[in-house]
């Protein structure tokens, strides 16, 4: 069977992998970011599994990408930009807050040696969890709940991203980091324009703060961050 002459050919694999170097190249590495540990990530994770069937065709874009639930998919290069201000090693305890499709998190788990990434809301914590299996990544660990708390269980951290804008750094995430550890997030009292900021944390209650970029994310929503409308995820309808 023949398509319409006017409909563009499905992409195929090898069709993604050659957007996939083009996205490395022309966003990432042209921008500046030079970590290898964070380029060969970014090389290898496949975006368009983390999309809809119906947005695959936007995965290499310069642009974040609407997912479910009014959530988006980061930017290529701000995942990147995020991944590299953490300054992995490799091996690394990391937590990311937000793991709305689990982009972000595949990226992290490519570097660190373990990661925990909490998402808020049922549905994207369930789709993001079957796509991290499906891919065979067994050092990442999906939560759904409120991750302004951070994940307690499996702290202290290396490194804590949040992908979504505060208020303020929650205090919780503060106390799960490890001395000499890195919390990167956006904050800003404007729910559309933020700060992206790195505090380190150099003793017990001694952190030091640097701005990194002006961005724009979606609200963080919980205990520790902007106040909910309503309750999102299952823990909040089953009442545990
Ligand atoms: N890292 C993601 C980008 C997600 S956008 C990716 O690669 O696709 C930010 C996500 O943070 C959204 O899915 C939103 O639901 C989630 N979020 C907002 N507040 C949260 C909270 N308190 N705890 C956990 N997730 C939260």
């Known amino acids: 069977m023949t398509s319409p002459a006017s409909d563009p050919p499905p992409l195929s694999g090898r069709s993604f992998a050659v957007l996939r170097e083009l996205m490395v190249e022309r966003q990432i590495v042209a921008r500046g970011i030079r970590d290898p540990l964070v380029l060969a990530a970014m090389r290898k994770v496949p975006r368009e599994v983390f999309l809809p069937e119906s947005k695959r065709d936007l995965a290499y874009e310069d642009?974040?990408?609407?997912i479910a639930a009014e959530q988006t998919m980061s930017q290529p290069?701000?995942?990147?930009?995020?991944?590299?201000a953490l300054l992995l090693q490799g091996g690394d305890n990391v937590l990311e807050v937000g793991a709305g499709s689990g982009y972000a998190a595949?990226?992290?788990g490519e570097i660190a040696g373990h990661v925990t990434t909490v998402e808020r809301i049922a549905a994207l914590a369930d789709a993001a969890a079957a796509k991290l299996a499906e891919l065979?990544?067994?050092?990442?660990?999906l939560q759904q709940g409120d991750g302004t708390r951070g994940w307690p269980q499996a702290a202290p951290y290396d490194a804590i991203v949040v992908a979504a804008a505060g208020p303020q750094v929650p205090e919780s995430l503060k106390?799960?980091?490890?001395?000499?550890?890195r919390?990167?997030?956006p904050v800003g009292a404007d729910q559309h324009?933020?700060?992206?900021?790195?505090?380190?944390?150099?003793?017990?209650a001694d952190f030091t703060r640097e701005h990194l970029d002006d961005v724009r994310f979606v609200p963080l929503l919980g205990a520790e961050g902007w106040p909910s409308p309503e309750p999102a995820g299952r823990s909040a309808r089953d009442g545990r």
């Open 106 to 108: 595949a990226v992290l």
């Open 175 to 181: 106390a799960q980091l490890k001395i000499g550890g």
């Open 136 to 141: 065979g990544y067994r050092n990442i660990d």
């Open 77 to 84: 290069y701000i995942v990147a930009l995020m991944a590299e």
């Open 183 to 185: 919390l990167v997030m």
């Open 193 to 204: 324009a933020q700060e992206l900021v790195r505090l380190t944390r150099l003793g017990p």
């Open 63 to 66: 642009a974040p990408v609407p």
